[in-house]
């Protein structure tokens, strides 16, 4: 049952509460099966944070460029 957006029915009920007078007349349940949320568009949501001016969610970071070769691609430890 909901109540009307007057907000009367909700003061009187609330009044009667506070006096200690309210009583539970009925209870309901209903089970509802909700769907699960749509997937992300991974590619659409990149392209959102570009044009917002983001940093990229995928690739190099920052500085990849000077950091050089890393020690897998020097020899293992021996590149040291």
């Known amino acids: 049952m909901r109540l009307p957006p007057d907000g009367e029915e909700a003061n009187r009920i609330a009044s009667r509460a506070r006096t200690g007078q309210a009583e539970i007349e ?5 089970t ?3 769907p699960p949320p749509p997937l992300y568009d991974l590619t659409e949501l990149r392209r959102s944070g570009h044009r917002q001016g983001a940093a990229p969610l995928i690739g190099p970071g920052p500085g990849a460029g000077r950091r050089g070769l890393g020690v897998g691609a020097r020899g293992g430890a021996d590149g040291l």
């Open 26 to 30: 009925s209870i309901e349940s209903q």
């Open 32 to 34: 509802q099966r909700m």
